[in-house]
């Protein structure tokens, strides 16, 4: 099993949409969980970040985090087509950091 | 410079080189990291050094061998490559290892082994 499973994609929104992308984890001791976006050829850049049970709002960002069902969730509200990438979810574990493999996201005009 | 800085970001060697990837942080961090990013594939933790220690290894080839000096700078020397090593490699730094150690990372050099 995973330890970091997402959707590798491509998920295609409409511009202007609700992008919603979801990460699973398998260690329940996890504690810490971020977002990274990468565009074609370039590095990861953090989006956020969060640690706590609920929602974390950063701008058009939405990140949701559910402990007990051991899942995160990024929302991108009024999808730009600057916002097609692979996003990154990433969980932290005792220090360690697991990536998945990505979700590709393609905003259509 | 600012952030993290890569060299170089393009590489082609041969199976018989010997070549360096170098990785310099300029944000005051006293953790490194290198992680290996093929095709398709989530990103592979291989080295990890805080405050010039290495306190990870996850069972890397030793075809690829670390190198950290100070905190602010590592490397990664490379010696009779395979061409299933062709691959994006990233360097990472964060502060240390609490629980807001967010990872900021490099550009990353392209490596293609013939």
């Known amino acids: 099993q995973k330890e970091v499973e997402q959707n590798s994609g491509p998920l295609s929104v409409p511009e202007g949409a609700i992008a919603s992308l979801n990460c699973t984890y398998s260690?329940?001791?996890?504690?810490?969980f971020f977002w990274y976006r990468q565009y074609s050829g370039k590095s990861p850049e953090l989006i956020m970040f969060?640690?706590?049970?609920g929602d974390k709002e950063d701008g058009r960002f939405t990140a949701q985090l559910n402990k007990a069902s051991q899942y995160v969730s990024l929302l991108i509200r009024d999808s730009q087509p600057s916002d097609s990438a692979t996003y990154l979810c990433?969980?932290?574990?005792?220090?360690?950091?697991?990536f998945g493999a990505g979700t590709q996201v393609v905003v259509t005009p | 410079e600012t952030g993290v800085t890569q060299t170089p970001r393009h590489l082609v060697m041969g199976m018989t080189n010997k070549k360096s990837l170098k990785c310099e942080q300029h944000?005051?961090?006293?953790?490194m990291y290198w992680y290996k990013q093929s095709a398709k594939k989530p990103l592979e933790l291989m080295f990890v050094?805080?405050?010039?220690?290495?306190?990870e290894n996850n069972s890397v080839p030793s075809r690829f061998s670390p190198e950290c000096p100070n905190s602010s700078h590592l490397f990664l020397h490379l010696h009779t490559l395979q061409p299933e090593d062709s691959a994006l490699y990233l360097c990472?730094?964060?502060?240390?290892?609490?629980?807001?150690?967010?990872?900021?990372f490099g550009p990353g050099t392209r490596l293609t082994v013939l």
């Open positions: 050094y805080n405050f010039k220690e290495q306190t």
């Open positions: 260690d329940r001791g996890s504690q810490s």
């Open positions: 990433a969980v932290k574990s005792w220090g360690k950091l697991q």
């Open positions: 990472a730094s964060s502060t240390t290892s609490d629980r807001t150690d967010t990872q900021y």
């Open positions: 969060i640690y706590s049970n």
């Open positions: 944000l005051g961090h006293n953790a």
